[in-house]
């Protein structure tokens, strides 16, 4: 039997123009800057455990616990001025993990869904898990554009995978993980060039873990973007593809990284 363990890993201060695209006079409205605090909120930040019958999966790893003291030394200034993390006491994925009795060397696959700095800060944490795994669009995207924070990652053993045609998602690519059709890493590109959902098959259902391809419900069932993207054209066809997918009679539940409505749970 599948299960979905929903972590909360921390917050992240963010303007809501980062999480619902606007339009407005402000040229980057998502980044916060000369915008009053009346536009900006705490966002939680999850990971995902899942307990598969081939494997231990984490998906993203949340905040580094060096965000508790020197968040412009992990952040670096730019990032530090622009965001704000907290990771409450028992929050880290090392620690959710000791609270089921495991460590990272007990874990077969870390994926990282992307490489934005919220979703791999706490890599570190899981160094030894036996597979750390990214597409190869988003591996090379963060090693050589701006938006991202590489020493995150430095002396991490991240490897990547190649996309292949499978039959889900908005261009019908990613990768079957254990080419039994029960786990897919599907290509959702768009809020970054090499983004993926990770489609898990349970016994009532698929569940969708959608990343940042949207922040809530809203997003896909008012089709509204984030604030950050790449390319609209391929962010449109993403969240439609979920916004489609959640129509089906064997969608379960679709879940968005950011979303504050989602609480810290487990689905069986």
Same mark, same amino acid.
């Given at each position: !039997? =599948?299960?979905?363990?929903?972590?909360?890993?921390?917050?992240?201060?963010?303007?809501?123009?980062?999480?619902?695209?606007?339009?407005?006079?402000?040229?980057?409205?998502? =980044?916060?800057?000369?915008?009053?605090?009346? $536009?900006?909120?705490?966002?939680?930040?999850?990971?995902?455990?899942?307990?598969?019958?081939?494997?231990?999966?984490?998906? *993203?790893?949340?905040?580094?616990?060096?965000?508790?003291?020197?968040?412009?030394?992990?952040?670096?200034?730019?990032? +530090?001025? /622009?965001?704000?993390?907290?990771?409450?006491?028992?929050? #880290?994925?090392?620690?959710?993990? &000791?609270?089921?009795?495991?460590?990272?060397?007990?874990? *077969?696959?870390?994926? /990282? +869904?992307?490489?934005?700095?919220? @979703?791999?800060?706490?890599? &570190?944490?899981?160094? @030894?898990? $036996? =597979?750390?795994?990214?597409?190869?669009?988003?591996?090379?995207?963060?090693? $050589?554009?701006?938006?991202?924070?590489?020493? !995150?990652?430095?002396?991490?053993?991240?490897? =990547?995978?190649?996309?292949?045609?499978?039959?889900?998602?908005?261009?019908?690519?990613?990768?079957?993980?254990?080419? *039994?059709? +029960?786990?897919?890493?599907?290509?959702?590109?768009? @809020?970054?060039?090499? %983004?993926?959902?990770?489609?898990?098959?349970?016994?009532?259902?698929?569940?969708?873990?959608?990343?940042?391809?949207?922040? #809530?419900?809203?997003?896909?069932?008012?089709?509204?973007?984030?604030?950050?993207?790449?390319?609209? &054209?391929?962010?449109? %066809?993403?969240?439609?593809?979920?916004? &489609?997918?959640?129509?089906?009679?064997?969608?379960?539940?679709?879940?968005?990284?950011?979303?504050?409505?989602?609480?810290?749970? !487990?689905?069986?």
């Amino acid at each position: !039997m =599948t299960t979905i363990h929903i972590w909360h890993t921390g917050e992240v201060y963010i303007d809501r123009a980062l999480a619902y695209q606007e339009k407005t006079i402000h040229p980057a409205p998502h =980044t916060g800057i000369f915008r009053p605090s009346s $536009k900006k909120s705490w966002l939680p930040v999850s990971a995902y455990f899942i307990n598969h019958p081939k494997g231990n999966i984490l998906v *993203d790893t949340g905040w580094s616990e060096t965000i508790r003291n020197n968040p412009r030394g992990h952040l670096g200034l730019v990032a +530090s001025a /622009l965001f704000k993390g907290k990771l409450p006491p028992g929050q #880290s994925v090392r620690e959710h993990l &000791e609270t089921i009795g495991l460590k990272d060397t007990d874990l *077969d696959f870390v994926l /990282l +869904s992307h490489l934005h700095l919220d @979703h791999v800060s706490g890599v &570190e944490h899981v160094r @030894h898990a $036996k =597979t750390i795994l990214t597409s190869k669009p988003e591996w090379d995207a963060a090693n $050589k554009d701006l938006g991202y924070i590489r020493s !995150m990652w430095r002396g991490v053993p991240v490897q =990547t995978f190649e996309l292949e045609a499978i039959p889900f998602g908005p261009y019908n690519k990613g990768v079957d993980l254990f080419q *039994d059709g +029960s786990l897919y890493l599907v290509h959702t590109p768009g @809020h970054s060039k090499g %983004q993926f959902t990770v489609m898990v098959q349970t016994s009532k259902g698929w569940v969708l873990l959608i990343s940042d391809v949207g922040y #809530s419900r809203r997003s896909w069932t008012q089709l509204v973007l984030p604030g950050a993207i790449t390319n609209k &054209e391929e962010a449109i %066809q993403s969240l439609r593809w979920v916004q &489609e997918f959640s129509l089906r009679d064997d969608c379960r539940r679709i879940i968005a990284n950011h979303d504050p409505e989602v609480a810290p749970q !487990m689905i069986t």
